[in-house]
């Protein structure tokens, strides 16, 4: 789920503080509440250009944190392209309900981290390791003495 070098706590604070409360956020608060003016409609304009940008911007920083691509996908999702392309009240309406579904969605993505956490970040824990079959055959002590101890009576 995590790049190699991204730990459960960067993540978490990636998804929790800089995407839902801080550019999702950024993004949600500049919509308009209502369209009827040239002022409100240009708004509206610039936050619709916003949030395209916004949805590549972050889409990039989480394929930066996270392996499943899945995870940025509902980004730009079916919603994503009919906002783009609706008339400015109905971009408006949709907006609204897109941006508190994907807070809710990273929310629970979140949450997923922190299980995964909780599960094998635990300081102390125990920890066990398997050998599978193939490293047992392959296997080879290094230990200088015992290799030149049966290098003496093989008689190399």
């Known amino acids: 789920m995590l790049r190699a070098g991204t730990t459960c706590a960067d993540a978490i604070d990636f998804l929790d503080n800089d995407l839902v409360a801080g550019s999702l956020n950024d993004v949600s608060i500049r919509i308009p509440f209502t369209l009827g003016t040239a ?7 610039v936050v619709r250009k916003r949030y395209d940008e916004w949805t590549w911007k972050a889409a990039e920083e ?9 995870i940025a996908a509902p980004l730009r999702g079916v919603r994503y392209r009919a906002i783009l392309t609706a008339p400015l009240e109905e971009a408006r309406l949709m907006m609204y309900v897109e941006l508190v579904e994907l807070q809710d969605y990273f929310k629970t993505v979140a949450n997923r981290v922190r299980a ?8 102390g824990a125990v920890r066990h390791a398997v050998l599978d079959t193939n490293t047992t055959p392959h296997f080879m002590r290094f230990d200088p003495h ?11």
């Open 116 to 123: 995964m956490q909780e599960r094998y970040g635990r300081a």
């Open 39 to 45: 002022d409100a409609e240009d708004a509206m304009r």
């Open 62 to 70: 989480i394929n930066r944190r996270f392996s499943d691509r899945e």
């Open 146 to 156: 015992v290799r030149l101890v049966a290098a003496l009576f093989d008689g190399d």
